[in-house]
């Protein structure tokens, strides 16, 4: 089946600074999607990309659909402790299959005051 | 707004029991998904649905079964539960199919 393979697996870093992620596949994907994950609750979307190349943010998170629409980045400044969580790209195909998502295995993501 | 909610919470089951998860949602959304979140695995998809009626299975379909009888409800069950199945288990919606999803909290289940 198709894989997302998602970096880093985790981070931990200090309140302020910048953070990257990206996930990267072998499959063309037409739609990606970031979702994130607080403790004990479930994922809710983030920011939602339909066209390669396209970059879009919502408020301090920025997303982009790579070029190749085999990857896609996100970043998040100036981070701040309510970032704590885990980040899932997620990716979806066109065709018979357009139901179903591909999730990576999540970024965990800490912040250090 | 309840949006997706999933009942129960949490359950502790002994091998070979069966027991069923109940996901509602008041969006009236046409798909339905249940997904699977295990530690170092990310969502892997048991089950889902179109629409009232239909179900089809996903990556992670045995042990499970599925029922969609009504456009608000989709039931997760588990007719013989193994250790295997320990999980936290997700239910989705989603109103058309772009890839955004609406998920519940979740509902926490162990089998000892």
């Known amino acids: 089946g198709q894989q997302l393979n998602q970096s880093p697996q985790s981070m931990f870093i200090q309140e302020g600074e910048d953070v990257s992620m990206n996930c990267t596949s072998s499959?063309?994907?037409?739609?990606w999607l970031w979702y994130k994950q607080d403790p004990g609750e479930g994922p809710v979307l983030l920011i939602a990309?339909?066209?390669?190349?396209e970059l879009t943010s919502n408020g301090r998170l920025t997303a982009q659909f790579g070029i190749t629409r085999k990857d896609s980045f996100l970043n998040i400044s100036a981070s701040i402790p309510s970032d704590v969580g885990i980040y899932f790209c997620?990716?979806?195909?066109?065709?018979?299959?357009?139901?179903?998502?591909?999730f990576g295995k999540g970024t965990l993501l800490t912040v250090n005051p | 707004n309840a949006g997706v909610t999933q009942t129960p919470k949490f359950r502790v089951l002994k091998t070979g029991q069966s027991m069923t998860l109940l996901c509602a949602q008041d969006m009236n959304h046409e798909y339905m998904y249940w997904y699977r979140q295990d530690p170092g695995m990310g969502l892997r998809l048991i089950h889902y649905?179109?629409?009232?009626?239909?179900?089809a299975k996903g990556e992670v379909p045995d042990g499970y079964n599925v029922s969609r009888l009504k456009k608000q409800n989709f039931l997760l069950g588990l007719e013989s539960a193994a250790p295997s199945q320990t999980s936290v288990y997700f239910c989705?919606?989603?109103?058309?199919?772009?890839?955004?999803?609406?998920f519940g909290e979740g509902s926490r289940l162990t089998v000892l």
């Open positions: 649905s179109v629409g009232e009626g239909t179900t």
């Open positions: 990309l339909y066209k390669a190349g």
């Open positions: 989705a919606s989603s109103y058309g199919f772009r890839g955004e999803l609406f």
């Open positions: 997620a990716g979806q195909r066109s065709g018979g299959s357009n139901y179903k998502l591909t």
């Open positions: 499959s063309i994907f037409n739609t």
